[in-house]
């Protein structure tokens, strides 16, 4: 079973390299020139800046909670889902309660994250 989790988890995270464009070494050479001519594209959305220029409360508080969190788990949130497919159970803790703080954001906030609209089709 453990073996037929990796190849799951290396077909996963292979079929993303391809479709992120991480197999193109260029275009990662462009993503990391951030001193030059940098091309954000790589992540595969238009980026999005925040046009906040401010440190307030929630930004100060959101920052130590992430950090408390990182430090008594030893995970942040990219790493910690890499770890589900070996099965950690440190992971899956994690990966909950991050996805339970960020419910817990969502009802506080009462904000949602844009979604773009689908297309339609034509009749």
């Known amino acids: 079973m453990q ?7 290396g077909l996963l995270f292979g079929i993303g390299l391809i ?5 193109n070494p260029a275009k990662v050479l462009a993503f990391l020139d951030i001193a030059g001519n ?23 508080l959101g920052s130590l909670t992430f950090g408390i969190g990182w430090g008594l788990a030893g995970f942040c949130p990219g790493p910690a889902l890499v770890a589900l497919g070996t099965g950690e159970l440190k992971a899956f803790i994690f990966v909950g309660a991050m996805l339970a703080g960020m419910a817990v954001f969502e009802l506080i906030e009462g904000t949602e994250f844009p979604v773009r609209p689908q297309p339609t089709a034509h009749r």
């Open 38 to 60: 940098w091309d954000p594209s790589l992540l595969g959305t238009p980026m999005l800046l925040p046009t906040a220029n401010r440190i307030d409360q929630p930004l100060v």
């Open 19 to 23: 479709v992120s464009g991480m197999f």
């Open 3 to 9: 073996i037929f989790i990796a190849l799951c988890t």
